[in-house]
């Protein structure tokens, strides 16, 4: 089987699958005694939880593929993990019209928020590995401004459930976005440096983070000597030179009208990468087009056990993009909008809170040995009364209102209309 073209490499992170054994207790008991666990001991949640949320993930990432933007070199990776679950952090805080929105974007129905959160923490503990050939590592992390205080609530779940660390922060002291940096490098091994950029918006009220790093060995190893220069060829008839590696191996495999599709284990098989090829007559955009959650799982029982031969290019992807735009286009509106969005369960003071960026940023690099990937998904939580953007002008040269209000009872004191403003002396 000789791949004339390739997916674009979204794919291969977003269907890492996330797999655990089933039962009704905390998950944490297979844990090593010297290692720390995932998720606290005492924490109330079934092995299998996971299973209510992890199609949900996938779904979301087969929908936010179809609406971000490519890259230069035309290419998409996300990690649906990492915003899936950068966004349950905030769906915690959420309420009214931007929770219901949440989670129909979400693909989560009506699923309760105590079931919801332990969903998650099953996720984390299902998903989290560690041996001499795959290392995937998830982390949680909150920064806030001083000047606010997470609701004890708020605080106590994400960081139960979700493992969240909570940090408070100087918003106008420069190295507080170096501290987040420094944060995002250490969880992502160094390949993603810079999640937000100094001076931090003073307006800005909470950073919420979730970073995910992969490094697997495949089962199945290429050998570089059989690294080959091939033609690589591109959809408007160009084409390329480029390295293709060769294996020769037995693997899971299935052929569709549209596609073929062959799974690359790492390690003993615990985790794979899924490798999308559509066929002559359709393009990789037509067929990204055509893919949901559903046909996802749907496909997952046609692979078959066949000897095969696959060539696979060397590829290596640094990726970034703003999520505000595709989750607005899925329905995910109320949360980004001031004078709308509801998140009364995350902070102590009555501040009205928005969404004022999703960013999310990931790395890839493919070779001989295996695969290193990691992403980072950033939330900021700004407050709608702050300053946003650019400062503004507002020049009062004409007739205008004015009241004094006691902040405390919101009782206007003085109410006005000033048509012909009078000089003092």
């Known amino acids: 089987m000789f791949l004339r073209k390739a997916m674009l490499s979204a794919f291969a992170f977003m269907l890492v699958p996330f797999t655990a054994s089933c039962g009704t207790s905390n998950s944490q008991s297979d844990e090593k005694p010297d290692e720390k666990p995932v998720i606290a001991q005492d924490v109330d949640y079934g092995a299998s939880d996971y299973m209510k949320i992890s199609p949900a993930s996938n779904a979301l990432g087969f929908e936010l593929v179809k609406q971000v933007d490519p890259d230069d070199q035309g290419n998409i990776f996300l990690s649906p993990a990492s915003i899936f679950m950068a966004l349950s952090l905030a769906y915690n805080g959420a309420d009214g019209t931007t929770q219901s929105d949440m989670a129909a974007v979400m693909n989560i129905g009506e699923i309760s928020l105590e079931e919801f959160n332990k969903a998650n923490a099953s996720l984390l503990a299902a998903i989290h590995r560690s041996s001499e050939d795959i290392v995937l590592n998830v982390a949680n992390a909150m920064w806030i401004n001083n000047k606010h205080q997470f609701q004890n609530t708020f605080a106590e779940q994400t960081g139960d459930y979700f493992n969240a660390e909570t940090e408070a922060i100087d918003i106008n002291d420069p190295d507080s976005a170096d501290e987040i940096n420094r944060w995002v490098q250490q969880a992502t091994n160094d390949h993603i440096k810079q999640i937000v950029e100094p001076p931090l918006d003073p307006s800005t009220v909470a950073l919420l983070v979730n970073a995910i790093y992969f490094n697997g060995k495949w089962m199945h190893e290429f050998d570089p000597k059989d690294t080959k220069t091939e033609t690589f060829h591109f959809p408007d008839g160009s084409e390329k030179d480029h390295e293709f590696m060769l294996l020769q191996e037995e693997l899971s495999y299935f052929e569709h009208e549209d596609f073929q599709a062959v799974t690359l284990p790492y390690g003993v098989g615990e985790v794979s990468m899924n490798i999308i090829l559509p066929k002559a007559h359709i393009n990789l955009d037509a067929f990204i087009a055509k893919i949901s959650g559903d046909a996802w799982n749907k496909w997952q029982d046609q692979f078959k056990s066949r000897e095969g031969t696959l060539k696979l290019p060397k590829f290596k992807v640094d990726y970034e993009t703003s999520l505000v735009e595709p989750l607005q286009k899925l329905g995910m509106t109320a949360a980004f909008q001031p004078e709308k969005a509801e998140f009364p369960h995350m902070i102590e003071d009555h501040a009205s809170l928005f969404i ?22 950033s939330v900021e939580i700004t407050e709608t009364s702050a300053t946003v953007g650019q400062p503004f002008e507002m020049m009062v040269n004409k007739p ?22 009078k000089e003092t002396n």
Request: charged letters at 20%.
């Open 356 to 377: 004022s960026d999703v960013m999310h940023k990931t790395y890839i690099n493919v070779n001989e040995e295996g695969t290193e990937a990691a992403g980072v998904t």
């Open 400 to 421: 205008f209102l004015i009241t004094i209000t006691d902040n405390d009872t919101g009782a206007n004191l003085f109410i006005g209309a000033i048509k012909n403003p």
